[in-house]
């Protein structure tokens, strides 16, 4: 048999095994290699027991850090802490109860925080949700801002006297490349007239950007850092409200297709390690980050005005300003 017959065929199979991996490395996106080691810190990330936040806990236990998962299911959070345990060997992984759907929940959080821990060096809020059907929070704001940024609002600035006491500290909000396309519409903030799921997450996502970028310079001179984060598409359980994903088929279906287009939650973690570790942005506060680094947000989330008035209407709707 002519050996030379196989040659084509087989070059063939091999470029395009080397083109997919390589595209997948391409996607994968940067990495944090920094050696930054958090021994006697303490952490506290949203929504830790699965997903980004699953692989930013795991990390940060391993550098020596107190992590603190905060989270709404207490039996997945339970199973994702023994699991950090066992993979690090840090026993210094605790659950904590939040639901950042509830007002009450964030504030006996943030009690239990500033009554019993000593410090917050970190704060990571990582938690969302993403193209839910219309549905409110318990005290009636529309699930994704609700959430995604009422919720982290009122927990950061619960704990805020806290973290700036622990100075320097640092506050990580996971935003989203998807801002580019959200407008903040004041007319109807809380999607009372209309609704739609995507303009109400990328509204919600341009709302972390806009937080971050007003919360950075209320706190100049005070040794707290603040970064906003896009983590890349990745493949979590943000995806759950998708229309394919609602099947068991449509999941199995898109599995070979999210492993080569999208990041793992490893790799989804790497720059909110990134913001959170890295000693060369000492000092640096406010700026928006992909892929471990700065990048450009979109022309709205550099709208001093509307930071500054988006930061009022979340004081009155989270009930700080009557504190």
Known sequence: MDMTSFACPLSIVCAAIGGYLLLRHYISGGWFFGKERIPGKTVIITGANTGIGKETALELARRGGRVILACRDMVKAQSACEEIKRETGSNNVVIKKLDLASMKSIREFADDINTNEQQVNILINNAGIMLCPK????????MQLGVNHLGHFLLTMLLLEKIKASAPSRIVNLSSLAH???????????????????????????????????????????????????????????????????????????????????????????TTLYCALASELEGVSGKYYSDCKEKSPSKAAQDDEAAKKLWAVSEKWTLLSQS
């Open 135 to 142: 549905m409110v929070t318990e005290d009636g704001f529309e």
């Open 180 to 270: 580019q396309h959200g407008v903040i519409n004041f007319d109807d903030l809380n999607s009372e007239r209309s609704y739609s799921p995507l303009y109400a997450y990328v509204q919600s996502k341009l709302a972390n950007v806009l937080f971050t970028h007003e919360l950075a310079k209320r706190l100049e001179n005070t040794g707290v850092t603040v970064y906003a984060v896009h983590p890349g598409v990745v493949d979590t359980e943000l995806t759950r409200h998708l229309f394919i994903f609602k099947w068991e088929i449509g999941r199995i279906l898109m599995k070979p297709i999210c492993w080569l287009w999208l990041k793992s939650p490893k790799q989804g973690a790497q």
